[in-house]
């Protein structure tokens, strides 16, 4: 891990063992949000990356409900861009769409407003951590309805042992920190 911007970001994310519950090594990125220059850093790679990978083709950031709007509204502004929502069942006004998906613990939902996107949009999908997919995996699916294009998910770190970049299936993925 070479690059500075990255060292400073990965010095920001705190473990903690057995959190919320046993044998889970929770990754804190509170740190990194309490630090201006982490965060700057961390919005500052990501730009970067979708930048070089995507050049101007991005209509909008999406961001997920909740921790992707810290870094989805940010991004999006430094590429010139709006962001976009997609929020837990019952929380967006108006006419909505929902997709389902599965927790450790139960069944959760996602919504997005039905006029968020025109068919067609390219839109990049941010949230602060990759686990199991289910979430991120969900969102492409309320996007698909909405007959937007994903061009990619990306996120600011990766738990790579629950491999939840496999349930993206062809949707290329991208996190800068990854940990087991």
Not at 16 to 22: M, R, V
């Amino acid at each position: 891990m070479a690059d500075p911007q990255l060292q400073l970001v990965a010095r920001r994310i705190r473990s903690f063992p057995d959190f919320p519950i046993p044998g889970v090594l929770f990754r804190d990125i509170s740190p990194l949000l309490k630090d201006p220059d982490s965060f700057r850093a961390s919005i500052s790679l990501l730009t970067k990356h979708l930048k070089k990978t995507h050049g101007g083709k991005i209509d909008y950031i999406v961001g997920l409900d909740s921790r992707g709007f810290l870094f989805g509204p940010s991004l999006a502004q430094e590429l010139g861009l709006g962001c976009v929502l997609i929020r837990k069942r019952g929380k967006l006004p108006g006419p909505t769409v929902s997709a389902s998906y599965t927790l450790e613990y139960g069944k959760a939902d996602l919504e997005i407003q039905k006029d968020a996107l025109e068919p067609g949009q390219k839109v990049v999908v941010v949230d602060d951590l990759l686990a199991t997919g289910g979430t991120m995996c969900a969102a492409c699916e309320l996007l698909g309805q909405l007959r937007a294009e994903v061009l990619e998910c990306v996120s600011l770190v990766e738990l790579t042992s629950l491999k939840g970049r496999e349930k993206l299936g062809a949707v290329p993925f991208f996190s800068l920190l990854q940990y087991e």
